[in-house]
């Protein structure tokens, strides 16, 4: 079946990614099309809707190239003969047979001509779920134990552990599996394979079901080129039959009910690092080349299992789910496409073919997304807007205008990776609290002030903030890696992305130079460690150059929401200008995680004092065991308790602001209960500029000029007595 240009609406072309329109290939996008009427509803699974191809031929315009259409049907041969065609896009199932998924690629490689995707021997083993399983467990890969069973074969004997999922052992797309196709014994078994073998042509795969959680994993390109995409997780809204989560077609069908995805998933590292060595690892046993898409189960104990893997995933914008691990980790649906092409013209040209017109550009390269692990990635794409947001939690629509309004007032930012941590479902969750607008940031109380500390008043010099008699607070950015809706400097945080100059650094260190009681600068934002390695070194260096400056602190929330900034570059950076302290601000046991926990190992190990200040928050943290598990958790990783807020009465944040009673009562209820050095100092940042006050609870029963009544921590009592001048002499 062809199209002519006429029917398919194209987008303007715009030049690419940036990049001058260059390119003259002319892409045969081969496909099978999905066609309405037939008996089972999962017949055509795996074929492809007209909006689908649409999009494609769309993306590939977009990049400047020449794209025609041509059904993979009978006369495939035939056809591409007439269009001749410089290189096929493939995204064809074939019709009919175990082999179906290799047709168009032989035909391609009969006719010589160059393809995207995995080649026929690959598509077929890997439509063979057991047969790709055998191989990857070679690959030291753990699968599932599975059978497989041809239709009469009897169940007897089967050596697996119950209950037990069956599904067509050489179809894809969800189809044979229902909600119903785990077994808990032999008679449920036998039921769902007499079901399966009436509907079903080849032999039903028996898998042991893994209870637990379920992911999946994309790949796009070759060798040293390849990106793994974080892992997705499908979560699933609520049980299915038998309480068996499975994701069926119907389940896939109507995924909007059934499941929500989270990417990146919020994993242990380990488990993480699992899912993408099995990947790579499943990837070069099989042969896949350009893109694929591996799906795992993991079990309670965090032990990955590989269910299956699809070198031909669909590619339908907004529902498969190769695109959405795509976008969730920055790739567009454009330049995904044009990046699966052109791995698949790399590879040609890296076997010694060539092709006119694409050898020089580089607007179409495969993406070089960076790993999750890279901060310049975090930073690049943090959420900044609801649109962003609605892909890591769930917002409706008064939500999105709700946040669209908030942001006139008060940007939002937040890293992946700190967004990664959020419930999906949960619209109290401590760390969606501390990052996502609401409503309640529009109401502004009249003891609220635009700067509460008064740190206008006390600055002598640009950036500097002078308040106590030997040190200074210098803040040298504007920029945060995720805008804390608690900030109490929204006045000037956030606004734009702005750093200190060098005309104000030089002002800020001639006046520092002239006070030679200043000891110590706090050097803090915005966050300073947002910024490049080298830009912090200058300032770090022009401080450690003044003799009387002793100490130099950095104030940074960048261990807590973009932990992969702390690397050996920034750390053998710091360790010149020792000593150097690090303050940092956990404010819930959620935010310690192994990534957190890595950073904060790390900057210790360096040789870098760890502090952390907590700001006391309505709804995230004012509970005595919420905050006793921090404090726990922070020195567990050789972070020590520092201070404890009191919210400050800044405009917009005051339903965050709990009583300062509530401050009193949860560290008496921390004293005597964990040890001394976890227990942080409670104070009130005195507004109007008068620095920290400690605030805490009055141990003091009675006092008189001979004794001392007092509290101790469980509530006794007990009398110091001051020396009463008759003395003994002892024998």
């Known amino acids: 079946m062809e199209f002519e240009d006429s029917e398919i609406p194209l987008a303007e072309p715009e030049g690419g990614f940036g990049g001058e329109k260059l390119l003259t290939l002319k892409i045969g996008i081969i496909y099978n099309l999905k066609r309405e009427g037939e008996e089972k509803s999962d017949d055509q699974a795996e074929y492809d809707n007209i909006e689908t191809i649409h999009a494609i031929r769309g993306a590939l315009t977009k990049a400047g190239y020449k794209a025609v259409l041509i059904e993979a049907d009978n006369f495939l041969a035939e056809n591409l003969k007439k269009h001749k065609i410089d290189f096929a896009f493939n995204i064809a199932e074939g019709w009919g047979g175990r082999s179906r998924e290799g047709q168009a690629p032989a035909v391609f490689d009969l006719l010589s001509i160059p393809f995207t995707g995995s080649d026929a021997t690959t598509l077929c083993v890997s439509l063979d779920k057991a047969l790709s399983k055998r191989i990857v467990s070679a690959a030291k890969v753990r699968t599932p134990g599975y059978a497989v069973i041809a239709k009469g074969e009897r169940v007897n004997g089967l050596k697996l552990k119950y209950p037990v999922i069956v599904k067509p052992n050489a179809e894809g797309s969800g189809k044979g599996i229902g909600m119903l196709s785990v077994a808990k014994n032999k008679n449920e078994l036998n039921e769902i394979l007499d079901r399966n073998f009436a509907l079903y042509s080849g032999e039903m795969l028996i898998e042991e079901y893994i209870a637990g959680r379920e992911f999946t994993v994309g790949v796009l390109g070759n060798g040293k080129n390849r990106v793994i995409f974080e892992p997705m ?200 609290k501390q990052c996502v607008p609401t409503s309640f940031e529009k109401y502004v109380d009249e003891n609220d002030l635009t700067d509460p500390l008064g740190e206008e008043n006390e600055s002598p010099a640009p950036h500097i903030v002078h308040r106590y008699p030997d040190r200074v607070l210098f803040l040298v950015t504007c920029k945060c890696s995720v805008y804390c809706r608690h900030c109490t400097r929204r006045r000037i945080v956030g606004e734009e992305d702005r750093v200190i100059t060098e005309k104000d650094l030089s002002l800020a260190v001639k006046y520092i130079k002239s006070k030679p009681a200043i000891r110590d600068v706090l050097i803090s934002g915005g966050d300073p460690l947002t910024m490049s390695t080298e830009r912090l070194e200058h300032i770090i260096k022009a401080i450690r150059e003044i003799p009387h400056i002793e100490i130099i602190r950095i104030g940074t929330r960048v261990p807590v929401v973009m932990p992969m900034r702390i690397t050996d570059e920034l750390l053998g950076m710091l360790k010149k200008y020792h000593p150097i302290w690090i303050n940092t601000h956990f404010n819930h046991p959620r935010e310690i995680t192994p990534y957190s926990a ?95 006050v400690p605030v805490s609870y009055n141990y003091v029963i009675s006092k008189t000029e001979n004794e001392v009544v007092l509290e101790n921590w469980s509530g006794g009592k007990y009398s110091y007595l001051s020396p009463s001048g008759s003395v003994k002499k002892t024998l």
């Not at 495969?366 to 609605?390: E, G, H, M, V, Y």
């Not at 006793?628 to 404890?644: A, D, F, I, N």
């Not at 400050?648 to 964990?674: A, E, K, M």
């Open 598 to 692: 890595k950073a904060c190992a790390a900057i210790v190990d360096a040789g870098i004092p760890l502090g952390n200040q907590t700001v006391l928050l309505k709804g995230v943290n004012d509970d005595i065991n919420v905050m006793k598990e921090l404090m726990l958790k922070l020195v567990k990783m050789r972070v020590r308790p520092y201070y404890l807020y009191q919210c400050d009465p800044g405009r917009g944040i005051s339903h965050f602001r709990t009583s300062v009673q509530t401050g009193i009562d949860i560290v008496h209820g921390l004293q005597g209960y964990i040890s001394g050095f976890a227990v942080p100092k409670f104070v009130i940042d005195a507004p109007g500029g008068g620095g920290k």
């Open 233 to 432: 997780e499908i979560l699933y809204k609520k049980p299915l039959p038998g309480n068996f989560n499975v994701y069926s077609y119907e389940v896939k069908q109507n995924y909007t009910e059934y499941v929500e995805y989270k990417c990146p998933a919020n994993l242990e590292k380990t488990t993480r690092d699992e899912l993408i060595s099995f990947t790579e690892k499943s990837c070069k046993a099989l042969g896949c080349l350009d893109f694929a898409r591996a799906d795992y189960r993991v079990d309670e104990k965090g032990k990955v299992y590989f269910i299956e893997i699809n070198p031909l995933p669909g590619l339908a914008p907004g529902y498969s789910d190769y695109p959405m691990l795509a976008g969730f980790s920055g790739v567009g649906y454009d330049k995904l496409i044009a990046g699966v092409l052109n791995a698949a013209i790399e590879r040609y040209k890296n076997a010694g073919r060539n092709f006119s017109g694409v050898a020089d550009n580089k607007a179409n390269a495969c993406p070089k997304t960076t790993s999750f692990d890279d901060w310049k990635w975090q930073f690049s794409n943090r959420i900044t807007n609801a649109q962003k947001l609605s892909k890591y939690i769930s917002i409706d629509e008064d939500e999105k205008e709700e946040i669209t309004s908030c942001l006139k007032d008060f940007r939002m930012a937040a890293t992946p990776y700190y967004a990664s941590l959020i419930d999906p479902n949960d619209k109290n969750d401590p760390i969606r």
